[in-house]
């Protein structure tokens, strides 16, 4: 199983950038997906959550600016990421709870991270 993250970049303040991750690997069910961050010298944090039926949930800091969506034929969960603000500089990891077989255990799964830079 692997999550490959895309979307990062430099971009100004009130700028946009919208994330993409991409599972693939043997998988016959995935239940949470999610967006963290983690700006240096700090703890990840979870940002944005989604469940397989598209219910949401945010962080206070993100509420408004930031929007989880996936698409589960694809495997692909989104963030779009509005208004921009330098404190949103960090690298951003996104997070699935999945498994590969029917009678298997939930697992949680990692990306590598996609950088996200915000100039003032």
């Known amino acids: 199983v692997q999550l490959q993250a895309s979307g990062g970049g430099l971009v100004q303040s009130g700028g946009s950038l919208r994330l993409s991750c991409v599972v693939s690997g043997n998988i016959v069910s995935i239940h949470l997906m999610g967006w963290f961050r983690q700006a240096p010298g700090e703890v990840r944090h979870l940002l944005a959550g989604i469940s397989s039926d598209g219910i949401t949930n945010y962080a206070d800091p993100v509420k408004g600016r930031f929007t989880i969506s996936r698409d589960n034929a694809k495997r692909t969960v989104y963030l779009q990421m509005n208004d921009l603000k330098p404190g949103d500089t960090a690298t951003y990891y996104c997070?699935?709870?999945?498994?590969?077989?029917?009678?298997?255990?939930?697992?949680?799964?990692w990306g590598h991270g996609t950088l996200v830079t915000v100039s003032s």
């Open positions: 997070q699935a709870t999945l498994r590969s077989t029917s009678w298997g255990n939930w697992k949680d799964y």
